[in-house]
């Protein structure tokens, strides 16, 4: 079945760590996406990608980097720059078509030690 | 810029009851409208779109018409189950952009 994958579902940081979120999808999708939800809120985009070795920053880019070496990956670090990583973790991929809807993963839950 | 106003949550109901989440947008053009549906510690799943006016989406007993003329694609379900709760997103992407605009959310919680 096709579809997106993200792991590891539960992942704990230590102050001052890097950490890797990761996200694979086999859709055949141009466009990938992460998507950061805090708890009671909706979704704010962090960084999108249309094709490989190209990606844009979203909303709330600052503390984050991306790459996108294959298409059917989009992993996201976590860097020490981002001072409030506590946060559900959604990725999300799409065909670059205009109106098409996006499908996710399970996502990550990124917890501070 | 493209934007989705939901009702805000949360909201509580009995099973049985008939729920309807409201859904307004902004948006230049003609947009594809959407309602995703996010369970309990997972992630978002595609519950019904629309992409055109006057079309009607529907999925699992719910239903949602986009109107054109309120700029508006309400969400609805005659009978509520406990299975149902969970958080009901609005989301819309332009005909020319493949970037979707979220509503923030509604909370859905049905008692048995």
């Known amino acids: 079945d096709g579809g997106i994958t993200q792991s590891p579902k539960y992942l704990f940081r230590k102050e001052g760590q890097n950490v890797t979120l990761s996200c694979e999808q086999n859709?055949?999708?141009?466009?990938m996406y992460w998507y950061r939800q805090d708890p009671g809120q909706g979704l704010r985009l962090i960084y999108y990608?249309?094709?490989?070795?190209?990606?844009q920053k979203g909303d709330i880019a600052e503390g984050y980097s991306v790459s996108r070496e294959k298409k059917e990956s989009f992993p996201l670090t976590v860097t020490s720059a981002q001072k409030n990583p506590t946060a559900f973790y959604l990725c999300a991929s799409s065909l670059l078509t205009g109106g098409q809807p996006q499908h996710f993963g399970d996502g990550t839950r990124l917890s501070i030690l | 810029g493209d934007s989705v106003t939901q009702m805000e949550g949360p909201v509580t109901l009995s099973e049985e009851a008939f729920l309807t989440i409201n859904c307004t947008y902004t948006a230049t053009g003609y947009p594809s409208l959407f309602w995703y549906v996010q369970y309990p510690g997972e992630g978002l799943q595609l519950l019904l779109k629309?992409?055109?006016?006057?079309d009607k989406g529907s999925n699992k007993g719910f239903e949602a018409t986009y109107r054109k003329e309120t700029t508006s694609f309400h969400l609805e379900k005659g009978s509520v189950q406990v299975s149902d709760s969970a958080v009901y997103f609005c989301?819309?992407?332009?005909?020319?952009?493949?970037?979707?605009?979220f509503g923030a959310g509604t909370t859905v919680t049905v008692r048995a």
């Open positions: 990608s249309q094709i490989v070795n190209d990606f």
């Open positions: 989301a819309l992407t332009s005909s020319n952009d493949y970037k979707l605009s």
């Open positions: 629309a992409t055109k006016a006057d």
């Open positions: 859709l055949n999708h141009d466009a």
